[in-house]
């Protein structure tokens, strides 16, 4: 799973308030695409998540799934599959930057690896899909909240 796809976008908020919308698993039905139900199974020490359930209905890709995740303060998250059905390996990371008057910069670094057959540019092609989603639906919700 060596190939990652990676895009980014500008938020206007600061990086703490962004990552406090990354980190509210609980409403990522309201506003990530494709995301069905997600549930915090363990917190870690700082009071954020360690590990979370998805059910994803995101075609081509339906599964139930438990993502580890990984936290650096308000810089970064990233996060590798514990398990799945359909999914056998998933990594990715948010990665964010100030840039000035409080904006912030979002890239987000997303590889899958599916148990299905699926050719290398149709998977880098659905990774593009939900890495856009997900960055525009992330930048609605933050600034929506503001």
Do not use: H, N
């Amino acid at each position: 799973m060596a190939d990652q796809t990676t895009s980014d976008i500008a938020v206007a908020s600061e990086p703490a308030r962004v990552m406090a919308v990354i980190a509210d698993f609980e409403s990522y039905p309201s506003w990530a695409t494709g995301v069905q139900q997600a549930e915090v199974l363990t917190v870690g020490p700082g009071g954020r998540a360690e590990q979370v359930r998805f059910v994803l209905d995101a075609a081509p890709i339906r599964d139930e799934y438990v993502l580890a995740y990984d936290w650096d303060g308000d810089a970064q998250v990233s996060w590798t599959l514990v398990r799945g059905t359909v999914l056998k390996g998933l990594t990715g990371a948010y990665v964010l930057d100030a840039v000035g008057d409080g904006d912030t910069r979002v890239t987000y670094q997303l590889a899958v690896d599916v148990s299905i057959p699926m050719i290398g540019l149709l998977r880098r092609k659905a990774e593009k899909v939900i890495i856009d989603a997900a960055l525009k639906g992330l930048k609605k919700r933050v600034e929506e909240v503001r």
